[in-house]
Nanobody
Framework: QVHLVESGGGWVQPGDSLRLSCVAS????????MAWFRQTPGKEREFVAL????????FYATSVKGRFTVSRDNTKNTIWLQMNDLKPEDTGVYYC??????????????????????WGQGTQVTVSS
C-alpha cells in the first residue's frame, strides 16, 4: 500500500504562485509514476501534470504548460507542483496519484484517472480576486 498526503493549497489572487507537495509513505516510491490531477464540483477529475519514475520525463496539460512545473525527489518520497501565474480556472482540489505501470507515454493512458493505483486526499486551491 501507498499513502499519499498533499499540502500547500490555499487562496491566492490571479497571477500569484503556489507550490504543492505530495509526500508518499510506503515501499518503492521510485517504482511509481506520479501525477497531479485537479477537480472542481460537478466536473470530472482532469489531468494536470506527470513525472516519470526517475524524474526524467514530464508531461503537462495544455492549459498549464509554461506555467506549472512538476518535479520529484525519490530520496524524500516527495513530488511537487510549482504553479505560477495562477488563473481563476486553476481553482479546484488538487490530487496526487501513483501509478505502478509505465504507460504514461500515451496521452490517453496518462490522462485517465483510472490508470492510477493510489490517490491522496487532495488540497484545495482557490484563485480569485
Amino acid at each position: 500500500q501507498v499513502h499519499l498526503v498533499e499540502s500547500g493549497g490555499g487562496w491566492v489572487q490571479p497571477g500569484d504562485s503556489l507550490r504543492l507537495s505530495c509526500v508518499a509513505s510506503g515501499r518503492a516510491f521510485s517504482s511509481y509514476t506520479m501525477a497531479w490531477f485537479r477537480q472542481t464540483p460537478g466536473k470530472e477529475r482532469e489531468f494536470v501534470a506527470l513525472v516519470s519514475r526517475m524524474g526524467g520525463s514530464q508531461f503537462y496539460a495544455t492549459s498549464v504548460k509554461g506555467r506549472f512545473t512538476v518535479s520529484r525527489d525519490n530520496t524524500k518520497n516527495t513530488i511537487w507542483l510549482q504553479m505560477n501565474d495562477l488563473k481563476p480556472e486553476d481553482t479546484g482540489v488538487y490530487y496526487c496519484g501513483a501509478d505502478a505501470g509505465n504507460g504514461y507515454g500515451s496521452m490517453r493512458y496518462r490522462e485517465n484517472q483510472n490508470n492510477y493505483d493510489y490517490w491522496g486526499q487532495g488540497t484545495q486551491v482557490t484563485v480569485s480576486s
